[in-house]
Nanobody, 124 residues
Framework: QVQLVESGGGSVQPGGSLRLSCRVS????????MAWFRQAAGKKREGVAS???????TYPDSVKGRFTISKDNKNNILYLQMNNLKPEDTAMYYC??????????????????WGQGTQVTVSS
């Protein structure tokens, strides 16, 4: 059973940066499709980045050019680098893993395995 543990959340001013980390329980799972999602208070959960089985990274327009998803396969960590943060990026952020997803835009599918989340607050 894959286990995911996020860290790196916090409070930052608009225009600032944060890097979220998701520690994955085993090297085998690093070949799975992975994604970052967020859920703001009172809003639906939305995908903000994904990387598929072929290591193709994709993003929705809301974060494209500001967020970058990446993997450290040696240390079994999934990252989300977030730059030029805006108040509307405030949310709980979750990493997720799914055995199969290819063709990009995996953040649009339902994921099976989830971490516990890390809070990001963007405020002046």
């Amino acid at each position: 059973q894959v286990q995911l543990v996020e860290s790196g959340g916090g409070s930052v001013q608009p225009g600032g940066s944060l890097r979220l980390s998701c520690r994955v329980s085993g090297h085998t799972y690093m070949s799975w499709a992975m994604a970052w999602f967020r859920q703001a208070a009172g809003k639906k959960r939305e995908g903000v980045a994904s990387i598929d089985n072929d290591d193709v990274a994709t993003y929705p327009d809301s974060v494209k050019g500001r967020f970058t998803i990446s993997k450290d396969n040696k240390n079994n960590i999934l990252y989300l680098q977030m730059n030029n943060l805006k108040p509307e990026d405030t949310a709980m952020y979750y990493c997720a893993a799914e055995r199969w997803c290819s063709g990009g835009h995996c953040y649009e599918i339902d994921f099976t395995h989830w971490g516990q989340g890390t809070q990001v607050t963007v405020s002046s």
